[in-house]
């Protein structure tokens, strides 16, 4: 029974149980029902992926309305893929979430923190697992409204998580509402939402229509995917939101966005040559170049450990755009290994700043001084991630680096390959930054405590994973290698 | 133990050491028997490899496949083996005096650096065993960052900023340079298997082999080739042990190993002859005069010695850069010629530091009287590395010689006559100033014996011990260099010994 509905289970358990978390009064308790209900999705999810990796694309339709007419879930290896990232990377939040909001937030205000985070979650799996492109814009504005609200809560500790939420929701809002605009356009001239049938419909639309609709799609997610210059809101939503929240929307939140761009791109965007489309693939590689180096800068000259890292993601974004830009089954491949990839790495490195933020109460780059005496483990796993981001081998970096360089190369494209070797300089100056500062002398007053057990599974798992698939690479090349495969050979 | 086995545990057991090391922190005396243990263990282990080495016989070990086609794989051949026994037979001459020096200096950290030492060790194995340019690449990138603690040692900021600067001039040339031709290898030849005879003949025109090459010599930073070169003096900020092992041996060695290794495996010796590496010959040359002469001009010491490296090491990229078996055979003379000696130097400039708390050549005058021993070995290790008879470093500058006039470089002839000339001149002063100067002599700022704040400790006995070992181990190998030529020739196609 499990099996047959574990599609719509995935998105339905935490979207239900989000509401009886808020309810809940002892925040301990909310905390572990997190926890709990995290973990089953993740089991879900993981059921999903076992079924989907034989190529089967698993169809159910909500309520017993076949498609077209009614909603479609439909899973295919991506969607199962990428719902087992979030739900993982919301169950290994979910083990040092409570002890992170300790001292920030008051106990009672946690369980609607929690439903928040669980809300963001459903939502987050709703867009990956949906067949039906409204239904995306539907689970879109529930992850984005709770987003808001989880920034908002890191007020807490710090008041510019206020603007910073704020930034979110003016920039959040229009970026959904460009997206619904373009499937407005779509859907006069198509008839359909189910995303499969668009795609077959969209070959007989009339062009302008199509060019119009999908470049406003292209805006609203290039808004949420943190496209230069489209980037604002993201640093200081990652900075300002209460650290375990910002470690979730490291892993998730833009990682999401490239999955829509890698799923529309079968139908919405990239079909070059053909009179009537707007090549978008063209436009990836110099928006992903400029986030590479233009992410890296700023990284270099931050203030804040968190805000650098901000900036490093969108550096990281910028690889995974050029990769996608490269296009094939090796450009999606590529991309793909380095959507996961990163999202290990980075949320990583994040949960250990979360970690040192609840022993140090901040994570400004001159209050890391003392770190490498105070806090060995963390500071260890903050230099292993940042070896990551450089690419130095034996990392899942160095995978996610090479397999993008080797396929510029192959295809002589020296301005990627360039910009990538180049930008990975750029990359050991803001990472030794973290060393440095880390190695300083110690101020007095600095507690010798180090991580907080809480933290130690998830960041010991993440940290075992970024060098574990620096080494045996095969199993993610395979997964990448497949869903690209499916992606493009599945294509309508 | 197969051979497998043996390569294995080469590297495994140092890693093994760093990690006991660690655990046994808390008591000093434990720690360094675990290290002089992890040390006599490894010389064990590779003289087995060495003594059990049969090309006919020598399979590959794949141990991981980081992406298809980009294995780590291990393989012994001569060159590495040549090597590795060199980084492995000065290790526990090392431990012996760090444990000297670091207790006399009373250093913070030391548990961080015997542990850093013995992977730093680990990393030097695997570049000697790998078995191909991938695993190659990756053990040096390690071998960077575990080096990193070692010489960010005293963390004041003068260390602090010399190790930016070896960290910066290390990654960025492998990253960008080194990776970029390790890529264009790769997409050019199909493989980055070391291959006797090499992979690149006829894959790429000898322009682009001209280019490739010269890519690799300055994305190998670690060989210090002039203009890139400035991270060895930075790094001299290190404990002196450091820069005796790592910047006589495992480093900067595992950078000219690293070269030698793709003009043998991954060129062709031939490949190079023919004319690609002529342009490398005028740098390296270049590099060998001009690192020479700024060599003289500096007062401190370890500054003076890694100046000396530089130089010193530009003559195995000049003996790559000729490509041909003689001057290949010369190359890996030097190696460990050079290893034997600059150790001997660094300890000598340690133990003058301990001693007499002086780092300046103007400041120790008259010392040689209190040092007689250590001052003798260093005159051995200054006469070795200029390359005179009857020292060990005499053979690799002769066959440097014979292998640059068989190809008619008459003005290479005179370089090398006039580095040795130069070595002489940058070395020799030292050994002078301390034996025959009378204290005070020329230097106007001399204070009266005795009037130091600290006070001269006596040399702790585990500080002289290895400067005079290594100086005798300078004699042996004059005897001894026929036999490394010997086993290395079958690898390199040298025929019958000149």
């Given at each position: ?31 572990a ?12 999810a ?22 077209p ?8 290896l ?6 087992c ?5 919301a ?17 009672g ?8 985070f ?10 990956v ?13 529930i992850?984005s409204?709770?987003?808001y ?8 500790a710090?008041?510019?998580?206020l ?15 460009f997206?619904v ?23 007989t ?43 979730f929307l ?11 761009l ?35 800068v700023?990284a ?8 650098l890292?901000?900036y ?6 910028g690889?995974?755009l ?22 290990i ?12 933020l ?26 292993l ?18 397999l ?89 | ?17 760093a ?11 434990i720690?360094?028997a675990?290290?002089?243990a992890?040390?006599a ?13 049969d090309?006919?016989t ?14 780590l ?14 980084a ?17 200096e ?54 602090i ?9 290390l ?6 340079p ?8 790769w ?12 992979i ?17 010599a ?12 400035g ?50 010959i ?14 003289m ?9 890694a100046?000396?490296?530089v ?7 000049l ?7 003689l ?11 050079h290893?034997?000696?600059k ?12 001693a ?9 005058s008259g ?25 060990g ?28 000339l ?14 025959f ?13 005795g ?48």
């Amino acid at each position: 029974m499990i099996a047959q509905h574990a599609a719509v289970l995935v998105v339905v358990l935490p979207l239900l149980c989000a509401p009886l978390v808020a309810l809940l009064r002892d925040a301990r308790i909310a905390g572990a029902a997190v926890l709990i209900i995290a973990a089953l999705d993740a089991a879900l999810a993981t059921l999903l992926l076992c079924q989907t990796l034989d190529g089967t694309v698993i169809s159910y339709a909500l309520g017993n309305w076949a498609p077209p007419i009614g909603i479609e879930y439909r899973i295919d290896l991506l969607a199962a893929a990428m719902a087992c990232l979030l739900s993982y990377a919301a169950t290994l939040v979910a083990l040092f979430l409570p002890v992170s909001l300790r001292g920030t937030i008051a106990p009672g205000d946690q369980p609607r923190l929690f439903a928040a985070f669980l809300l963001c979650l459903a939502g987050l799996v709703g867009i990956v697992v949906t067949g039906d492109i409204f239904n995306v814009f539907v689970f879109l504005e529930i992850s984005s409204l709770s987003t808001y609200v989880l920034i908002a809560m890191g007020a807490g500790a710090d008041r510019r998580a206020l603007t910073a939420a704020f930034d979110y929701l003016v920039l959040g809002a229009t970026g959904a509402t460009f997206f619904v605009i373009g499937i407005a356009f779509l859907y006069v001239v198509t008839g359909t939402l189910n995303m499969a049938d668009l795609g077959e419909r969209m070959a007989t639309a009339p062009k302008r229509a199509v060019i119009v609709g999908s470049s406003f799609i292209f805006v609203g997610i290039a808004l949420k995917a943190a496209m230069l210059p489209l980037h604002r809101w993201m640093p200081n939503a990652y900075a300002y939101a209460p650290a375990g929240i910002g470690t979730f929307l490291a892993m998730t939140a833009t990682k999401v966005s490239i999955y829509l761009l890698i799923r529309m791109s079968d139908f919405v965007f990239d079909t070059p040559g053909e009179i009537g489309r707007v090549n978008f693939a063209a436009l990836l590689p110099p928006i992903g170049l400029a986030m590479l180096v233009a992410g890296s800068v700023i990284a270099v000259t931050t203030k804040d450990l968190r805000r650098l890292l901000a900036y490093s993601s969108i550096a990281n974004l910028g690889l995974m755009l050029v990769a996608l830009g490269l296009g094939g089954i090796a450009g999606i491949a590529a991309a793909l290994v380095n959507l996961f990839n990163h999202a290990i790495i980075k949320g990583g490195m994040f949960a250990t700043t979360a970690a040192v933020l609840h022993r140090r109460g901040t994570t400004r780059m001159d209050a890391l001084a003392g770190l490498s005496r105070d806090m060995p483990v963390a500071f260890g796993f903050l230099v292993l991630g940042g070896l990551a981001l450089i690419g130095v081998p034996l990392t899942a970096g160095f995978v996610s680096k090479l397999l993008v360089v080797k396929l510029a190369f192959e295809q002589a494209n020296w301005l990627v390959v360039g910009g990538v070797m180049l930008t990975s300089l750029i990359t050991v100056a803001y990472v030794w930054r973290i060393v440095e500062a880390g190695m300083a002398a110690p101020a007095k007053t600095a507690p010798r405590h180090d991580l907080h057990p809480a933290f130690l599974l998830p960041v010991g798992l993440l940290g075992a994973a970024t060098i574990g698939l620096g080494i045996w690479s095969e199993p993610m090349l395979t997964l990448a290698g497949r869903i690209a495969a499916q992606m493009i050979g599945g294509a309508p | 133990m197969s051979p497998h086995d043996l390569m294995l545990t080469a590297i495994l057991l140092p890693l093994a050491t760093a990690l006991l090391i660690a655990l046994t922190g808390r008591s000093p005396n434990i720690r360094e028997a675990v290290t002089l243990a992890g040390a006599a263990g490894l010389a064990v282990t590779v003289y087995e490899l060495i003594a059990g080495f049969d090309a006919a016989t020598a399979q590959p070990l794949v141990i991981a496949e980081i992406l298809p086609g980009f294995a780590l794989m291990l393989r012994a051949e001569p060159i590495g083996l040549v090597f590795a026994g060199v980084a492995a037979g000065l290790w526990g001459l090392n431990s012996l005096y760090s444990i000297g020096y670091m207790r006399a200096e009373h250093a913070p950290r030391q548990t961080r650096f015997y542990a850093c030492f013995a992977l730093a060790l680990s990393a030097a194995m695997a570049i000697a065993m790998a078995g191909t340019l991938a695993t190659l690449f990756v053990a040096y990138e390690v071998l960077t960052l575990v080096t990193y603690p070692l010489v960010v040692h005293w963390q004041t900021e003068g260390a602090i900023a010399g190790a930016r600067r070896y960290l910066a001039y290390l990654l960025a040339t492998s990253l960008v340079p080194f990776l970029g031709a390790i890529l264009w290898t790769w997409i050019a030849a199909g493989t980055l298997d070391f291959t006797p005879g090499g992979i690149l003949d006829g894959k790429l025109g000898d322009g682009l082999l001209t280019v490739l090459l010269l890519l690799f010599a300055y994305g190998v930073g670690k060989a210090a080739l002039m203009p890139l070169h400035g991270w060895l003096p930075a790094a001299m900020v290190a404990p002196t042990p450091v820069s005796a092992l790592l910047h006589a041996v495992a480093v900067v060695k595992a950078g000219v190993f690293t070269l030698l290794k793709i003009a043998v495996y991954i060129f062709g010796i031939d490949v190079i002859g023919r004319g690609v590496g002529d342009v490398l010959i005028v740098i390296a040359a270049a590099s060998v005069i001009a690192a020479s002469v700024i060599a003289m001009t500096k007062d401190d010491l370890k500054a003076r010695l890694a100046y000396s490296t530089v130089a010193q090491l530009a003559m195995v990229t000049l003996a790559v850069a000729i490509g041909s078996p003689l001057a290949i055979g010369a190359g890996i003379l030097q190696l460990v010629m050079h290893a034997w000696g600059k150790i001997t130097l660094f300890f000598g400039a340690g133990a003058i530091q301990i001693a007499t708390h002086k780092k300046k050549l103007s400041e120790i005058s008259g010392i040689g009287v209190k040092l007689p021993l250590l001052m003798a070995s260093f005159l051995v290790g200054s006469l070795s590395v200029a390359g005179l008879p009857p020292f060990g470093g005499m053979w690799p500058k002769f066959l440097l010689l014979e292998a640059a006039s068989a190809r008619d470089l008459y003005l290479l002839v005179g370089c090398l006559g006039l580095s040795t000339l130069l070595t002489l001149g940058y070395l020799v002063p030292i050994f002078v100033t301390a034996v025959f100067r009378k204290p005070g002599e020329d230097d106007p700022h001399a204070l009266p014996e005795g009037d130091h704040g600290h006070g001269d400790g006596p040399l702790p006995l585990l500080a002289l011990i290895p400067p005079v070992v290594t100086a005798a181990g300078c004699v042996v190998l004059f005897v001894a260099a026929p036999a490394i030529l010997r086993f290395v020739a079958p690898a390199i196609g040298l025929g019958a010994l000149p």
